[in-house]
Nanobody, 123 residues
Framework: QLQLVESGGGLVQPGGSLRLSCLVS????????IGWFRQAPGKEREGVGC????????YYSGNIKDRFTVNRDSAKNTVYLQVSNLESEFTGVYYC????????????????WGQGTQVSVSS
């Protein structure tokens, strides 16, 4: 059974940083792409970045994509999302999701999802 579990969210002050984790089980990271998505209050879920089964990384967040870093530790079955210089607009629930092979920006193309981890940016 494929499972994804996010962790690492919390309350952080503006300008701070967080590292979110996505622990996967039931499959290996060299067969599935892992995407990160965020959903701000009242808004649609949007893609942040993705790492493919081959380890290629894509970012989807336009002019703020330099705030995000996606990487993985295959030995730990974990994919990370480092978020830096946080602002209030980063508040929301962050999800990781899996699909076979290559990355996709669209959430509709992902088959398996974690439960999400809440990130709140406030002073």
């Amino acid at each position: 059974q494929l499972q994804l579990v996010e962790s690492g969210g919390g309350l952080v002050q503006p300008g701070g940083s967080l590292r979110l984790s996505c622990l996967v089980s039931g499959f290996t990271l060299d067969t599935y792409a892992i995407g990160w998505f965020r959903q701000a209050p009242g808004k649609e879920r949007e893609g942040v970045g993705c790492i493919s089964s081959r380890g290629e990384v894509n970012y989807y967040s336009g002019n703020i994509k330099d705030r995000f870093t996606v990487n993985r530790d295959s030995a730990k079955n974990t994919v990370y999302l480092q978020v830096s210089n946080l602002e209030s607009e980063f508040t929301g629930v962050y999800y990781c999701a899996a699909r076979l092979g290559s990355c996709s920006r669209s959430r509709l193309n992902y088959n398996f999802w974690g439960q999400g981890t809440q990130v709140s940016v406030s002073s």
